[in-house]
């Protein structure tokens, strides 16, 4: 029986034609017998022959001519089955003139215009109810495949990505979901329905929609939102418990030819940072760019290879990624080869910061016009424990890079820097706070235009928190946050490139821009709201453990110090942090007796200069070896 439905299967078209053949001639022969009184084929067989002939060739050519076999009927729309119905309806007008052309020559062949509409109306009619009973058929088959098995889906949005969504699960057979109902703030919407689904209520009825209607599974559809409506939508999905999910930009996924179902993911922390995304004016701040020889360190880490990624867009003269990590770099070799091929001129360099002979080697091979430095020691526990790599790469990495493009007249410098280093309790952050010292010294002497930028915590960035708080909710828990008041800004990681590419459009010299990241996020709230658009319960299905602060972490960051003001910049969400003076012949010398620390490995003596360097520094005694806390993410990339 098997072999015998794939056999039907395979010459589905054959199939499809032979039952069209039956259905016509059952509406031709029922025709006769309607209208004629006491018809039989002995006494009318001569027309009747004629007739089914001519019938016959007349469907045939036209069905095939408007290529009806070559649809997939069991996924047909409205436009498919009027096609079949004008089809049919020719078909009949041609078999109709044919025949009353016929029955003027010879008028026993003139079967009258009463069998005439019999059939047209019978034939029509059984060629359309075939095909829709074939497609109902497929759709119940559909909804009947895995049974119960199916999650009840709410849809948020009633437009354009609720449809195609809707399209694509009839179509899906293997689908995870059943749509119940789809919930719109448009009141004209509401009580209508789209594919069938019911539009049963607003937003802020979800919550109850999702109760009355056993709901298992949010889907977030709609793309043209204001970030504050976004957010107050996933946080009313959040209340429900329920695993909310969402489709990224509909448009591009049409566009794309993606399957829209398979682009479905998990909601994000940063769809609910609450504040519009940075997004990089190319036009306005990219033209520094363009045409230029270009050098990003630590190009092969989460910051780094995104600014590979806008800058390859940009069109330099050409591209030099440097990193130490060879696995990373050969990453972004091959996606840009993959979405670039020849049209992008680039090499990868695989070297330290801290080799000056071969950044030597470089900057004399290279007319290098802009650098961008992202390469940096970055996990704030193991700095803590590995003082004098922190000093000497980001420190004295930093100092022979800055150094070599000074002699080498680079137009544009631009140094990553972080929120950490802003009174610092920390080594990372210390070292990072003497970097944006270096920069702004070098401001001050230098023909190239040295700047810093300043920014909090990167989302998906490597050590992010996100992917950890992630892991431990799929393991079941505990989430653990060190201290349930503690707070962090969030940025996205095309957002902190944005950043950093326009700062290297604005830059004079010595400036430290500084983002606009909006308001500051509790990492409890933060793992709850993750916690609950998983499907959980905080507290009750996943736990959340308080691990207490560690050394060297603060409740609370801050983006300024208490000497630094701000200006405006013509980017709104952009600004300057007023240098700080501090004597330069008396910084060289620290920084002098910190190399030789440094390269003596006197960890003790190292944490001393740093604090001399660093008066804001205020450093909490770490003795002992402590498992890197969640929050403790940071935003540049290892070299």
Known sequence: MFKIYNALSKHRRIVLFVCDLILWNISYYMSFAINKDNFSLQGEGTVFLWGLLIENICFSSLFLLFRL??????????????????ASLTANLVFMSLMMMIGNEQNHLNLGSRIYITFALMSTFFVMMFRIVYRLNKILERRNLAGKAKKRLLIVGAGEGALSVLSELSKAPGNEYIPVCIVDDDKEKLNRRISGVKVAGTTYEIPDICRENDIEVILFTISQISVADKKRILDTCAKTHLEVKIIPNIYNLMTSGVPITSSIRQVEVDDLLGREPVVFDTEKYGKYIIGQTVLVTGGGGSIGSELCRQIARLKPRHLIILDIYENNAYEIQQELIRKHGTDLSFEVQIASVRDREKLEHIFQTHPIDVVFHAAAHKHVPLMETNP??????????????VETADKYHVKNFVQISTDKAVNPTNIMGASKRICEMIIQMMGRRSKTNFVAVRFGNVLGSNGSVIPLFKEQIRTGGPVTVTHPDIIRYFMTIPE???????????????????????????????AENLIRLSGFKPYDDIKIEYTG??????????????????????????YIGKPIEFNNEMFFKHLAH??????????????????????????????????PSEEEEEDNDEN
């Open 69 to 86: 076999y070559d649809k997939l009927w069991r996924y047909a729309d409205i436009e498919d089955f009027f096609y079949a119905g004008i």
């Open 388 to 401: 004098e790599e922190a000093v000497k790469n980001n420190v004295f990495g930093t100092l022979k890079l």
């Open 496 to 526: 902190a490139v944005s950043l950093v590419l326009t700062a290297g459009s604005l830059a004079k010299g010595g400036e430290i821009f500084i983002l606009d990241m909006g308001e500051p996020v509790k990492i409890r709230v933060l």
């Open 549 to 574: 602060l560690r050394p060297g972490e603060k409740l609370y960051e801050e983006l300024l110090l208490n000497e630094e003001g701000i200006t405006k910049t013509d980017n709104k969400k952009i």
């Open 594 to 627: 910190l190399y030789s620390a440094a390269q003596h490995n006197d960890k003790d003596r190292v944490e001393t200069l740093i604090a001399e360097i660093v008066p804001t520094f205020h450093h909490a005694p770490n003795e002992n070896h402590f498992i």
